[in-house]
């Protein structure tokens, strides 16, 4: 079985300030990682992936199989971050695609 | 938008009847998922399907059913809608293996 946890459902931090949002997993395999965020109003959309090892919009992911953990993390918190942010999981035969339960980003100023 | 769509966006019904949401996609995507959005939740998977005529159980599949019988469309049944499944359901698609999955819009269902 596959399993993410996400266990803040709220991170309220100050703009400039540091975020890290956690994310633990379970999985017998090898497994692939993403991060998803969703913005007010919008859809659901890819952030960063664990393979590419890239930067996308300040953040940055690091998969640690022997803690399993894949905390996304940002050094300058902006207003324009606060969303909701889901960690996923994919593995399986059938590329089953497990999500947490999500944290919610709040950048005050 | 990876050309998804869901339909109904939203719909309101009555407990006891049965509901299906539409996925329609235009990208030749092979992977279909439905899950269910709930505060303090998250995305739970529903179902998935991994080609036309095949589908798996996800996480909380008691009460729906699926069915793909072409690449584009991928149908979610609530055989007899209960209150407890008032939720926002989405469609997500994916091409392959350690790719990005594109989501719908979502469809916000209510049963009373």
């Known amino acids: 079985a596959q399993r993410v946890t996400q266990p803040e459902k709220l991170l309220s931090v100050f703009k400039g300030a540091p975020v890290e949002l956690k994310c633990n997993y379970s999985y017998s395999g090898s497994p692939e990682l993403f991060w998803y965020v969703q913005y007010s109003r919008q859809r659901l959309q890819l952030l960063l992936r664990h393979i590419s090892r890239e930067s996308i919009k300040g953040f940055t992911a690091d998969l640690n199989k022997g803690e399993t953990s894949f905390h996304l993390k940002k050094p300058f918190a902006q207003e324009e971050d606060s969303a909701m942010y889901y960690c996923a999981l994919q593995g399986g035969g059938g590329n089953k695609l497990t999500f947490g339960t999500g944290t919610q980003l709040k950048v005050e100023l | 938008d990876a050309g998804i769509t869901q339909s109904p966006r939203h719909k309101v019904t009555e407990t006891g009847t049965p509901v299906t949401l539409r996925c329609h996609q235009t990208e030749n995507h092979r992977y279909m998922y439905w899950y269910r959005q709930d505060p303090g939740h998250g995305l739970r998977l529903i179902h998935y399907s991994y080609g036309v005529k095949d589908t798996d159980k996800g996480e909380v599949s008691d009460g729906y059913s699926v069915s793909r019988s072409k690449t584009e469309d991928f149908l979610l049944t609530l055989e007899s809608a209960t209150s407890s499944q008032t939720s926002v359901y989405f469609c997500?698609?994916?091409?392959?293996?350690?790719?990005?999955?594109?989501f719908g819009q979502g469809t916000r269902l209510t049963v009373v």
């Open positions: 997500a698609t994916g091409v392959e293996w350690n790719t990005e999955a594109f």
